[in-house]
Nanobody
Framework: QVQLVESGGGLVQAGGSLRLSCAAS????????MGWFRQAPGKEREVVAA????????YYQDSVKGRFTISRDNAKNTVYLQMNSLKPEDTSVYYC????????????????????WGQGTQVTVSS
């Protein structure tokens, strides 16, 4: 079992930056691929970025490429999402998630591939 707690959300002006953190507790965090998702009201949950268990592979949604960076520190049981050049369309609730297959060496982009979820943190970007 893995418990995930996000932090770092808030209100920021367009062009600003935020860094989201996701602290994990429970067994074997370092063996799981991790992902950041977001869900706006009335929209489906979508992957923003994902990372393999060993930092070897990363994925970014096209709309955030060059602006967001996912990283993880397995020694600290934490995954991060650095968000730069934020836009109003980035406004959403952001969730971190852990995939259910340990040591797979790949990232995952579909919500159903993730077994553990945090409670979410609100990010609001004003224009």
């Amino acid at each position: 079992q893995v418990q995930l707690v996000e932090s770092g959300g808030g209100l920021v002006q367009a062009g600003g930056s935020l860094r989201l953190s996701c602290a994990a507790s429970g067994r074997a965090f370092s063996s799981y691929a991790m992902g950041w998702f977001r869900q706006a009201p009335g929209k489906e949950r979508e992957v923003v970025a994902a990372i393999s268990w060993n930092n070897g592979n990363t994925y970014y949604q096209d709309s955030v490429k060059g602006r967001f960076t996912i990283s993880r520190d397995n020694a600290k049981n934490t995954v991060y999402l650095q968000m730069n050049s934020l836009k109003p369309e980035d406004t959403s609730v952001y969730y971190c998630a852990a995939a259910g297959i340990p040591y797979s060496g790949r990232y995952y982009v579909q919500p159903y591939e993730y077994s553990y979820w945090g409670q979410g943190t609100q990010v609001t970007v004003s224009s």
